[in-house]
């Protein structure tokens, strides 16, 4: 059975860092590639980063470049979204899911499958 499962999400101060795990089973990472997506309140899901099925390709959005970076431990087979000099408009519920298709770019959610139950990260003061 085919899952992922995020966790590490909680309440840190404007400037704090957290980092996300998504541990998957069923599959392994090696074999597909990886998204991190977000979802605030009242906003549409969007894209944070993503790391190719080789591990050696990594994109971020243009809110996040800098701050966060995705990464891979194919040993645990689980994937981290580490996250720094978090924002308050970083805040929202964080997903993982697995790479379906791959024809439009990483951004769009239609390509994934198997999303994790999500983990709630809120910045704020």
């Known amino acids: 059975q085919v899952q992922l499962v995020e966790s590490g999400g909680g309440l840190v101060q404007p400037g704090g860092s957290l980092r996300l795990s998504c541990a998957a089973s069923?599959?392994?990472?090696?074999?597909?590639?990886i998204g991190w997506f977000r979802q605030a309140p009242g906003k549409e899901r969007e894209g944070v980063s993503y790391?190719?099925?080789?591990?050696?390709?990594?994109y971020y959005g243009d809110s996040v470049k800098g701050r966060f970076t995705i990464s891979r431990d194919d040993a645990k087979n689980t994937s981290y979204l580490e996250m720094n000099n978090l924002k308050p408009e970083d805040t929202g519920v964080y997903f993982c899911?697995?790479?379906?298709?791959?024809?439009?770019?990483?951004?769009?959610?239609?390509?994934?499958?198997?999303w994790g139950q999500g983990t709630q990260v809120t910045v704020s003061s």
């Open positions: 899911a697995r790479r379906r298709t791959y024809g439009s770019t990483w951004t769009a959610d239609f390509q994934y499958e198997f």
């Open positions: 069923g599959f392994t990472l090696d074999n597909a590639g």
């Open positions: 790391i190719s099925r080789s591990g050696t390709t990594s």
